[in-house]
Each structure stands twice: as structure tokens, then as C-alpha cells.
């Protein structure tokens, strides 16, 4: 299968062309060109989906082994169950 790549400036002329090539059993792949950024975007602080995160509190896990009999060993058995 031979490949041709073609660039528009124009959207309303790339629809043309692509209703046109339909009618000839074209397959047509449509690429959304990749921006380019420099380094990596920081999500807004505001804007975390993780709602806890904004008033942690590490005190309300503090305990929460107490009076358990459970060894190190077992809790790697249930967590990893088959990969151990």
C-alpha cells in the first residue's frame, strides 16, 4: 500500500479532500499533530483531583496496627499472594 502525507492550512479544504478520497475506498488516517512544550506542565495545586491531600491528616493513621497479631511475613502474603 503506498502512503502519501498532506498538511492543510485550510480545515474546510482538508474535509473536502477527505469526502472525496471516501468515494475511491481511500483509507484515511487522521493525525492531530503533537505540541511541543518545554518540560513538563505542574498541575495547578487548586486543582487536585485527590481531595484529602489539601488538609492531610497523618495523625488519623496512628494506631492503626495496635492490638493486631500480624508479622511482617503474612502481610507480604496477602499482598503479593502468588508473586512470592
Same mark, same amino acid.
Given at each position: 500500500?503506498?502512503?502519501? #502525507?498532506?498538511?492543510?492550512?485550510?480545515?474546510?479544504?482538508?474535509?473536502?479532500?477527505?469526502? !472525496? @478520497? %471516501?468515494?475511491? /475506498? $481511500?483509507?484515511?488516517?487522521?493525525?492531530?499533530?503533537?505540541?511541543? #512544550?518545554?518540560?513538563?506542565?505542574?498541575?495547578?495545586?487548586?486543582?487536585?483531583?485527590?481531595? !484529602? @491531600? %489539601?488538609?492531610? /491528616? $497523618?495523625?488519623?493513621?496512628?494506631?492503626?496496627?495496635?492490638?493486631?497479631?500480624?508479622?511482617?511475613?503474612?502481610?507480604?502474603?496477602?499482598?503479593?499472594?502468588?508473586?512470592?
Amino acid at each position: 500500500m503506498q502512503e502519501v #502525507t498532506l498538511k492543510f492550512k485550510n480545515n474546510k479544504a482538508m474535509e473536502a479532500l477527505l469526502d !472525496f @478520497a %471516501k468515494k475511491f /475506498d $481511500v483509507v484515511v488516517e487522521k493525525k492531530v499533530p503533537i505540541q511541543k #512544550t518545554k518540560g513538563t506542565p505542574k498541575p495547578n495545586q487548586d486543582q487536585l483531583p485527590i481531595t !484529602f @491531600a %489539601k488538609h492531610a /491528616d $497523618v495523625t488519623a493513621l496512628a494506631g492503626i496496627w495496635k492490638d493486631r497479631e500480624i508479622s511482617l511475613e503474612e502481610l507480604r502474603k496477602g499482598a503479593w499472594a502468588d508473586r512470592i
